[in-house]
Every structure is written in structure tokens, then in C-alpha cells.
């Protein structure tokens, strides 16, 4: 009997302790890939990070089985005013309780070396590689159909606070 109520004790702290986890941690909304065309060698992944961390953090890296290297990426207009995708030096920051969209024609995961090509429907695991919560496993579909800022959820409400606040895109 004794051994029965040790047992319904650790159960209640290990329930205890879990539930707030829920709400906790990286959270990731509305993630898809897609590649330009079927025989593409690069594809992109979008999706849309929130902090509930508890601790300013930042995106360092990524990587996927389905492609050699995943890189973040951003879109920035050169010099002559032409816009240009490339790395995004030194990561993407994430202050506690903030969101970063990853967005077309904004930043993006760039899938290079594709080792098999995205097919419409599948699940692609992804890890995020952060600064202070580590490595973070995400699955992202393949949706070769979805529309710029037409995600499954709503957040058209977003999208124009973002334009407003990441106008500048050189930050
Ligand atoms: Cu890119």
C-alpha cells in the first residue's frame, strides 16, 4: 500500500509540473515547404515562430534529412535596388514572448540540396537550432499550392503588423 501511494505522489508532481509546459517553450504556427518547380534542387520553408521560452533567444540554425544544408535566409535589396535572398548573418534574435514570421518574399528557411524532391502532402522534419533552448524538432508540410499570406490560420491581422514593423529589412 505504501508503494500505491508513493506512486499516485510522484504521478501528481509529474502532472503538476507538466501542465505549464504546455503553453511553454518555442511554439511554431502554419509551418509549409515548397519548392519552385518538381525537379527543384533548393526548396523554402515558412512558418511562424513565438518565444514562450521565458528567455530572449535566437534562431542560429537549422537542418533537415531532406536536404545537405538548411539556411536562414532573408530578402534584402542591394545596392542598384534589385531584391536578393542570402544568409542571415549571426541568426535571427527572438526576444521573450515575441514572434518572428517567416514569410514569402521575407526571411525563410532555404532548403539547399534537396535530396529528394518536396512532395505535395508530405511531413519534412526540421530541427531549429537555437542559442539557449537547442535544438527544437518540427514537422513541416510540403504545400506546394498555398498562396503568399494565405496561411490555414488566420493572422491576415498579422501580416499587416509585420509589413508595419519589419518594413525596414535591414535590420
Ligand atoms: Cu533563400
Redesign the pocket.
Known amino acids: 500500500m505504501k508503494l500505491i501511494s508513493l506512486t499516485r505522489a510522484v504521478c501528481a508532481i509529474v502532472l503538476l509540473s507538466a501542465a505549464p509546459l504546455a503553453a511553454q517553450g518555442m511554439m511554431v504556427h502554419d509551418a509549409y515547404a515548397r519548392s519552385s518547380t518538381a525537379a527543384s534542387t533548393s526548396g523554402?520553408a515558412f512558418l511562424m515562430l513565438m518565444n514562450h521560452t521565458g528567455a530572449d533567444d535566437r534562431l542560429v540554425g537549422a537542418s533537415s534529412d531532406v536536404a545537405e544544408k538548411v539556411e536562414l535566409?532573408q530578402h534584402a535589396e542591394d545596392a542598384n535596388g534589385v531584391m536578393r535572398?542570402g544568409e542571415i548573418e549571426g541568426g535571427v534574435p527572438i526576444a521573450v514572448d515575441a514572434a518572428h514570421e517567416f514569410k514569402r518574399g521575407g526571411d525563410?528557411l532555404?532548403f539547399l540540396g534537396l535530396k529528394r524532391p518536396l512532395e505535395q502532402g508530405d511531413i519534412i522534419k526540421v530541427t531549429l537550432e537555437f542559442e539557449k533552448a537547442g535544438p527544437v524538432e518540427i514537422d513541416v508540410i510540403v504545400d506546394q499550392d498555398r498562396q503568399p499570406g494565405h496561411g490555414t490560420m488566420d493572422h491576415s491581422g498579422h501580416d499587416k503588423m509585420n509589413h508595419a514593423k519589419h518594413g525596414d529589412m535591414s535590420n
Do not use: L, R, V
Request: charged content about 0%; aromatic content about 0%; hydrophobic content about 60%.
Open positions: 523554402a535566409h535572398m525563410h532555404m
